[in-house]
């Protein structure tokens, strides 16, 4: 361990890494946890499921693919290079984001991004009335399943964005995709400026069509969360070198929701802790904050100057290195800050925070910290995507060095390996990994879907989640 390493949480709150391995079996496990998830699901569905401690060790998958703990399967939906149901190209590369709908009849929508930059190696499909610019090779996809699980389309839900991440979903049955890019028009070859969020309809793309939704803000989007009683979006901004990220709020002028109504406009602003310029220096689990302040962006589409370097008066603003994954549980947004490096001008040391804010209370508190154990020195392992599980705790999607995991956080604190990626891209004597990305459940509970970034694959996974 660095003699610079963070401190995560007091020994009796914390899971060493020796435990860890010794409940999944899973070799190079370095992830701790500490805090405690109690307040995460309280009022929510998941806070009167059990939440045990995993499923046991995963077992070797012989073909490849997939490592998964007894008893569970999966089931690969759709592969990278493969041809579209639809006839409209290929698969796109690069799976990320990912949202699971309720359809009719027992239907899913699965709404999946395709992080593709201007060099990405399977664009997204062009297609007229869904393609915002020509040049964008990212977008997103759309697939419907059965009642069954078996897939029974497949087709281009929007075209011609670039580095769609993540995203969110809206309580009114939309997707709402991010492009993490600030790139203008006449950049790596683009027609149109770049850094907006789009509105996808699963069911009819073309009822949304390839709109940005300029009014949200134009810089490295990640995800969003809607509360569903205020209709206000929450943003994340992904932005790891210095100046880092903001924490975004936004007002619609139609808050009852809707597709479409996003487009109507509303004020976006910028999270204020008072005190508090960086996120990274607050390392206690439980440490809270009140009287958040929301500081109107006086520029929003970023015309001159990146939003995180514009002027918020002389109080500042408050930045956080790296921030990704956004949900909304019970009355609060969740957000989770992948890393934070002093060496790269953070505050502090930190290898993922999650953190909670109540608008209610306008109170910010520190809900979970992840961090090196004492006795590892295997940088790198953050959490990324995140989401709630039956089993009444968090999945989290590992985005760091070495062998890549979904790894289960139950809601004693307790960690635990769920899914392991076997798909080597590099030799025997260097494997390479790829990322995990877009965690979610089904709207029943009973199938997990989750992408391998590289080479793209999208898993549905099924077993005892319940158990």
Same mark, same amino acid.
């Given at each position: 361990?660095?003699?610079?390493?963070?401190?995560?949480?007091?020994?009796?709150?914390?899971?060493?890494?020796?435990?860890?391995?010794?409940?999944?079996?899973?070799?190079?496990?370095?992830?701790?946890?500490?805090?405690?998830?109690?307040?995460?699901?309280?009022?929510?569905?998941?806070?009167?499921?059990? /939440?045990?401690?995993?499923?046991?060790?995963?077992?070797?998958?012989?073909?490849?693919?997939?490592?998964?703990?007894?008893?569970?399967?999966?089931?690969?939906?759709?592969?990278?290079?493969?041809?579209?149901?639809?006839?409209?190209?290929?698969?796109?590369?690069?799976?990320?984001?990912?949202?699971?709908?309720?359809?009719?009849?027992?239907?899913?929508?699965?709404?999946?991004?395709?992080?593709?930059?201007?060099?990405?190696?399977?664009?997204?499909?062009?297609?007229?009335?869904?393609?915002?610019?020509?040049?964008?090779?990212?977008?997103?996809?759309?697939?419907?399943?059965?009642?069954?699980?078996?897939?029974?389309?497949?087709?281009?839900?929007?075209?011609?964005?670039?580095?769609?991440?993540?995203?969110?979903?809206?309580?009114?049955?939309?997707?709402?995709?991010?492009?993490?890019?600030?790139?203008?028009?006449?950049?790596?070859?683009?027609?149109?400026?770049?850094?907006?969020?789009?509105?996808?309809?699963?069911?009819?793309?073309?009822?949304? /069509?390839?709109?940005?939704?300029?009014?949200?803000?134009?810089?490295?989007?990640?995800?969003?969360?809607?509360?569903?009683?205020?209709?206000?979006?929450?943003?994340?901004?992904?932005?790891?070198?210095?100046?880092?990220?903001?924490?975004?709020?936004?007002?619609?002028?139609?808050?009852?929701?809707?597709?479409?109504?996003?487009?109507?406009?509303?004020?976006?602003?910028?999270?204020?802790?008072?005190?508090?310029?960086?996120?990274?220096?607050?390392?206690?689990?439980?440490?809270?904050?009140?009287?958040?302040?929301?500081?109107?962006?006086?520029?929003?589409?970023?015309?001159?100057?990146?939003?995180?370097?514009?002027?918020?008066?002389?109080?500042?603003?408050?930045?956080?290195?790296?921030?990704?994954?956004?949900?909304?549980?019970?009355?609060?947004?969740?957000?989770?800050?992948?890393?934070?490096?002093?060496?790269?001008?953070?505050?502090?040391?930190?290898?993922?925070?999650?953190?909670?804010?109540?608008?209610?209370?306008?109170?910010?508190?520190?809900?979970?910290?992840?961090?090196?154990?004492?006795?590892?020195?295997?940088?790198?392992?953050?959490?990324?995507?995140?989401?709630?599980?039956?089993?009444?705790?968090?999945?989290?999607?590992?985005?760091?060095? /070495?062998?890549?995991?979904?790894?289960?956080?139950?809601?004693?604190?307790?960690?635990?390996?769920?899914?392991?990626?076997?798909?080597?891209?590099?030799?025997?004597?260097?494997?390479?990994?790829?990322?995990?990305?877009?965690?979610?459940?089904?709207?029943? /509970?009973?199938?997990?879907?989750?992408?391998?970034?590289?080479?793209?694959?999208?898993?549905?996974?099924?077993?005892?989640?319940?158990?």
């Amino acid at each position: 361990m660095s003699e610079n390493a963070p401190v995560t949480a007091s020994e009796s709150g914390s899971t060493t890494r020796r435990q860890l391995l010794a409940r999944t079996g899973a070799l190079g496990v370095s992830i701790a946890f500490a805090g405690n998830l109690t307040e995460l699901f309280a009022g929510t569905a998941a806070a009167q499921t059990l /939440g045990h401690a995993g499923y046991g060790p995963l077992v070797p998958d012989p073909d490849g693919l997939l490592d998964l703990p007894e008893g569970f399967s999966y089931r690969v939906l759709s592969r990278e290079g493969d041809r579209l149901r639809s006839g409209e190209g290929p698969v796109p590369s690069n799976h990320d984001g990912m949202t699971a709908l309720p359809g009719r009849g027992g239907r899913v929508h699965l709404v999946r991004n395709h992080e593709n930059r201007a060099d990405g190696r399977v664009p997204v499909p062009t297609v007229t009335g869904l393609t915002y610019d020509p040049a964008g090779k990212g977008g997103c996809t759309a697939l419907t399943l059965d009642r069954h699980g078996h897939v029974l389309s497949e087709r281009v839900a929007i075209a011609g964005t670039a580095v769609n991440c993540a995203g969110g979903p809206t309580p009114w049955g939309t997707w709402l995709t991010c492009e993490e890019t600030e790139d203008r028009a006449g950049t790596n070859g683009y027609t149109k400026d770049h850094g907006f969020i789009f509105e996808v309809d699963p069911s009819n793309p073309y009822a949304s /069509g390839a709109v940005p939704l300029t009014a949200m803000g134009r810089f490295q989007h990640e995800a969003i969360a809607v509360d569903p009683k205020r209709g206000v979006v929450y943003e994340t901004e992904d932005a790891f070198l210095k100046p880092f990220g903001l924490f975004y709020r936004f007002l619609p002028n139609q808050p009852r929701g809707g597709l479409g109504t996003l487009r109507a406009g509303g004020r976006l602003q910028a999270m204020r802790v008072p005190g508090v310029p960086d996120l990274s220096s607050i390392q206690e689990p439980g440490a809270s904050f009140g009287n958040i302040e929301w500081v109107d962006v006086p520029d929003p589409l970023a015309k001159q100057t990146p939003i995180r370097l514009q002027d918020f008066g002389p109080k500042g603003i408050t930045h956080a290195q790296k921030l990704e994954g956004c949900y909304w549980g019970g009355r609060s947004v969740y957000f989770v800050s992948s890393f934070a490096h002093s060496a790269e001008g953070s505050a502090a040391d930190h290898y993922g925070q999650i953190w909670r804010y109540d608008p209610t209370e306008r109170r910010l508190t520190l809900v979970i910290v992840f961090g090196p154990d004492t006795d590892v020195q295997l940088p790198g392992e953050s959490p990324d995507n995140i989401c709630l599980a039956p089993s009444g705790g968090l999945m989290v999607c590992e985005d760091g060095n /070495g062998a890549q995991h979904v790894y289960g956080v139950t809601r004693r604190g307790e960690v635990y390996a769920m899914a392991r990626n076997a798909q080597n891209l590099g030799t025997p004597e260097e494997p390479e990994w790829g990322e995990f990305a877009g965690v979610t459940f089904s709207p029943d /509970g009973r199938t997990m879907y989750v992408n391998c970034y590289t080479p793209g694959t999208t898993f549905a996974v099924t077993g005892p989640w319940r158990k």
